[in-house]
């Protein structure tokens, strides 16, 4: 299986702040990588696609770069809806798998 | 608008059979579309169950793949998954999403059901 790294676990930003969280594959999945927000109680919402596609009504400050084995999500100018946990997943091999999530807190 | 929500019961008994359905509304499942299983077991993260195209073609996690079954109902439109013998590290919000074929990954999910393992 394709193990799937994300760091921080856990980070304390403002609003306004600018936050990135890595994700880092076992091995080359091309772009071929999902971004994920999940709010307590509720179920994942796709943010990014193909590694830095925007899902459709997600707004432009969430942007995802990388390649090959190295990824990063983007959050620029946090805003308070923004709170939340973050999950990476890969879509390249079977069994697909989700990084363990980086959980964004209010500092 | 596609929506998809799941069904079946809350509680199930150790070694019994665990049985959800996926409604799915404002979309066709007879479409270029995989029909999929997350897991999350409370306060933990996220696990892909399998999925299943709408010809009944499936991938399943290997960890699991003893115990799982997907199917697909076109004339009800909806899915269902089965998972047998199941222990208490089974309990999970079990989601059902849809994944669209290619680049995309899963873009709809259903809100969730809880699922306890329980005696």
């Known amino acids: 299986d394709i193990q799937m790294t994300q760091s921080p676990s856990s980070l304390s930003a403002s609003v306004g702040d600018r936050v990135t969280i890595t994700c880092r594959a076992s091995q080359d999945i091309g772009s071929w990588l999902a971004w994920y927000q999940q709010k307590p109680e509720k179920a994942p919402k796709s943010l990014i696609y193909a590694a830095s596609g925007l899902q459709s009504g997600v707004p432009s400050r969430f942007s995802g770069s990388g390649s090959g084995t190295d990824f990063t999500l983007t959050i620029n100018s946090l805003q308070p809806e923004d709170f939340a946990t973050y999950y990476c997943?890969?879509?390249?091999?079977?069994?697909?798998?989700f990084g363990g999530g980086t959980k964004v807190e209010m500092k | 608008q596609v929506q998809l929500q799941e069904s079946g019961p809350g509680l199930v008994k150790p070694s019994d059979t665990l049985s959800l359905t996926c409604a799915v509304s404002g979309y066709s499942i007879s479409s270029t579309n995989w029909w999929g299983w997350i897991r999350q077991p409370p306060g933990k993260g996220l696990e892909w169950i399998g999925y299943i195209y709408y010809s009944g073609n499936t991938y399943y996690n290997p960890s699991l793949k003893s115990r799982v079954t997907m199917s697909v109902d076109t004339s009800k439109n909806e899915f269902s998954l089965k998972l047998s013998s199941v222990t208490a590290v089974d309990t999970a919000v079990y989601y059902c999403a849809r994944k669209t074929s290619g680049y995309y990954p899963f873009e709809y999910w259903g809100q969730g059901a809880l699922v306890t393992v329980s005696s």
């Open positions: 997943q890969q879509y390249n091999t079977h069994p697909l798998t």
